[in-house]
């Protein structure tokens, strides 16, 4: 959702921050007599704003999230956790069933 407010103050906004659903950058548009601050993203209709060093932060997070998750099953997959080796009645054993 866009949002009105002074060209100095909208223009402020796009050098420092970034779509707080999206990410994406923003722009600034100039209709109805009034400046709006809008995501570039056609298909997001988000509000708000998170600074660009934060969704820099949070996607540096996600990502080494996401190398994490993917040794994880890996390491399942290719049987590296000793879980995985034991059968269906050895692990049900060990969870005391
Ligand atoms: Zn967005």
Redesign the pocket.
Known sequence: MAQTMSVDFAEATINQY???????RLHVTYHDHQYWVE???LN???EGYVTKGYAEKSRAQSYYDLMDARQNLRDIIQGANPVSKLSEAQIMKELGF
Do not use: I, L, P, Q
């Not at 970034?18 to 994406?24: D, K």
């Open positions: 970034v779509c707080a659903r999206c990410w994406s995501c570039t993203n997001c209709n988000g």
